[in-house]
């Protein structure tokens, strides 16, 4: 497991990530979750009173678990027809409001089809986290979730979603957890969209802890290539 000293192997706004691209790398976007007017460049809306406080690993944004949410105007995955969705995570421990947080939720919230893809927890009360990766295509949906494959709260993790081909996975600190096929007729999401941290899009299941990155790739990426905590 990636614990002791951590050190974060990328800490960039989305540009960097953009200027080391070449012609064939693909389009990327890396966020840092460290204020609550911009992220990646991108207009932010605030629900409730979430917090930019220092930590061990830099600025984040602390989410109380009742009623804080930050809305960003873009939905980084547009019409890639694969994608890496990552995010650099500090979960609190269990209380009854953040049993089963929807912390990133990516959605054009007109789609009359409500297509969408999410990262979500499930936190039992020995205070212990699973992970919970979703997708809604036009086709058909797919939860990927297995209570048994737990971790413990209230230390620094990160987490991967991949879609491509047909073939959707999980994982938790650098390691595939599950892995599923779901489909999709036209597209699996469309150009335009926003993301929601902390909470699902219409303001339920609300996230407690501290988020630091969020990284989106339109490409399926190995571990090898995640954006991860790691042992000094």
Request: hydrophobic share 40%.
């Amino acid at each position: 497991m990636f614990r002791s000293t951590l050190r974060l192997l990328i800490v960039s706004s989305v540009l960097p990530c953009l200027e080391v691209a070449t012609q064939d790398s693909p389009y990327c976007e890396i966020w840092e979750i460290d204020n609550l007017e911009k992220i990646g460049n991108h207009e932010v809306m605030v629900k409730g009173n979430p917090e930019v406080v220092g930590t061990e690993i830099g600025p984040a944004v602390r989410f109380d678990g009742n009623g804080d949410m930050l809305l960003v105007n873009s939905n980084p995955i547009g019409e890639s027809k694969e994608f890496t969705v990552e995010i650099i995570f500090k979960p609190d421990a269990f209380i009854p409001a953040n049993r089963d947080p929807r912390f990133v939720h990516i959605q054009d919230p007109d789609d009359p089809l409500n297509k969408r893809v999410m990262m979500e927890l499930r936190i039992n009360e020995q205070d212990q986290c699973y992970f919970d990766g979703y997708l809604l295509t036009d086709l058909e949906n797919l939860a990927l979730i297995d209570e048994t494959l737990v971790h413990p709260t209230g230390q620094w993790m990160h987490a991967a979603i991949t879609y491509k081909n047909g073939v959707f996975k999980t994982f938790m600190d650098g390691r595939e957890e599950l892995s599923g096929r779901v489909n999709y007729r036209q597209g699996i999401l469309g150009t335009n969209g926003l993301t929601s941290l902390g909470a699902r899009m219409d303001e339920r299941n609300w996230y407690r802890g501290l988020i630091k990155s969020l990284k989106i790739t339109h490409a399926a990426l190995t571990p090898e290539e995640f954006l991860l905590i790691q042992n000094e």
